[in-house]
């Protein structure tokens, strides 16, 4: 059994909501799927000892919030070069947050992203039926990434 470690940061809920399927849809696969909030990182250690990561941020301002860079910088240091990643967030009409997670993850830690892209909903679709099931299935395409 793989470990996927799910790392969101989220203000109304939507994203955590997010981040609670996509962990459903890991377990879909017979994988752990861990949740945690961005504070509960405290340093590069916290990161070790996983197969996969996905991590979640909404867009506020047509960025990712302040937190989440400080986070991005630390996830630097843990060396995940060549493992599982995704991103995903939610939003209402510009959504740039999940796809600057992906794409450092990508381009700069080097990781094996999954091909579906980034996970973007938009808030109203959350916590709806097609909402929920892209969550699930986005957990479940990382999931089966892990032999
Ligand atoms: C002050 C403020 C700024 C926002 N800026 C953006 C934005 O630039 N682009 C966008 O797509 N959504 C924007 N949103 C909408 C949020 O991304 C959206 O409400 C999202 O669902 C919040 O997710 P959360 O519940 O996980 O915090 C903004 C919301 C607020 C309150």
Redesign the pocket.
Known sequence: MGKVLIV???????????AEFIAEGVRFTGNEGEIKKINEIKDVNALNGYDAYIF????????ITENMKTFLFLAKNANLEGKIGGAF?????????PKIIYETMEHVYKMNMVNLGYLL???GQ?GTFEGNRACQDYGRAVGNMIV
């Open positions: 969101y940061f989220s203000v109304t809920g939507k994203t955590k909501t997010m979640g941020c909404p867009t506020y301002h047509k960025d967030g939610s939003h209402t009409h510009s959504g740039e947050a909903l938009k808030e959350v």
